[in-house]
């Protein structure tokens, strides 16, 4: 199991990969198993990545249907982390800093 940590210092949103084959990541998201494909995970971590660096953009994690299930944007006013169903509707509202632990947990660092 690996797990990813959203947090904005008060409140910690964790994503915990349970299991992974060749075509699917297996997640659990506040009790709730969320299944998306190796490709989706990928190319969330990739637009995560890839808005980190220049504090702008959003990552859309997406579950095997399609559905929008987090989706992290970055701008200059801040990082604001809004989850969707199966988890319960909420947002996020932090800064760039605490999402450098979250990249580094996501593990695609150097891939831009």
Not at 14 to 25: F, G, H, P, T
Not at 90 to 99: A, F, N, P, R, V
């Amino acid at each position: 199991m690996h797990t990813i940590e959203f947090s904005n210092g008060n409140e910690v949103a964790r994503v915990v990969i349970i299991s992974a084959s060749r075509e699917q990541v297996n997640l659990m998201m506040d009790e709730q198993r969320v299944v998306t494909t190796v490709t989706t995970y990928l190319d969330f971590g990739e637009a995560f990545a890839s808005a980190f660096h220049s504090l702008q953009g959003t990552a859309t994690l997406h579950d095997i249907d399609g559905n929008a299930i987090i989706n992290v944007l970055f701008s200059h006013r801040g990082v604001s982390l809004q989850f969707h169903h199966p988890l319960p509707e909420k947002t996020l509202q932090t800064d760039q800093s605490y999402m450098t632990e979250t990249m580094r947990q996501i593990g695609i660092w150097n891939r831009l």
